[in-house]
């Protein structure tokens, strides 16, 4: 499958299990059978065939399914949020991001932490505390990454962990280091090709 029919295809299944969960408010027994039952009431026919004719594709929707109705909601909604953070920062997409959700964007200063590590040619950087701010070392690389607003850091840095751009962890000091992904720098790419 090409990769604009597949994310095609993924949003289509995330909108209609968001929908369908947010229309039914409680868990049942057989949420899947009555899913399919939905989506064929929705006029979906397309997309349940899609669905049964991918035995992986419907045990994993059967799986979410089954999972604790305000677990998934939330879940969908952290990933629904993610998607918007990452728009936001692809000027073809940023528009529609920000009509949507106005407060959902990547800082120019989170983006220039990706940048600096992948420009780098090193994949992890260490935090240390040194007088009254922090230090960003690039550890297998040389140089640092330089910060402009020390007072977003954190927050900076923790929405690329949670995006998944950034591998969050510790060494045996408890300083936290941050590893580059290769979800990252196909971020990065795309900010860059759709210049």
């Known amino acids: 499958m090409d990769p604009i029919t597949a994310a095609g295809s993924f949003a289509t299944i995330v909108g209609l299990v968001i929908n369908f969960k947010s229309e039914r408010k409680a868990s049942s027994d057989n949420e899947y059978r009555e899913f399919l039952e939905w989506l064929e009431a929705k006029n979906h ?17 059967d799986t979410l399914l089954k999972q604790n ?54 994949s992890k950087f260490l935090e240390g505390k040194f007088g009254q701010g922090n230090l960003y070392l690039i550890l297998d690389a040389s140089g640092q990454i330089e910060i402009e607003d020390f007072r977003f ?24 280091l941050f590893t580059l992904t290769r979800a990252s720098v196909r971020f990065l790419e795309q900010v860059d090709n759709s210049l």
């Open 69 to 122: 109705h305000e677990e998934v909601v939330a879940k969908l909604a952290a990933l629904d949020d993610s998607l918007l953070l990452l728009a936001s920062k692809i000027p073809s997409f940023r528009n529609i991001s920000l009509a949507l959700a106005p407060a959902s964007e990547i800082s120019d200063q989170a983006i220039s932490i990706l940048r600096q590590l992948e420009q780098s040619g090193g």
């Open 45 to 61: 026919s397309e997309t349940i065939k899609a669905i049964q004719a991918n035995h992986s594709l419907g045990s994993s929707i």
């Open 153 to 176: 850091a954190d927050d900076d840095l923790e929405t690329l962990c949670s995006l998944g751009l950034l591998l969050p962890s510790a060494n045996d000091k408890g300083e936290r």
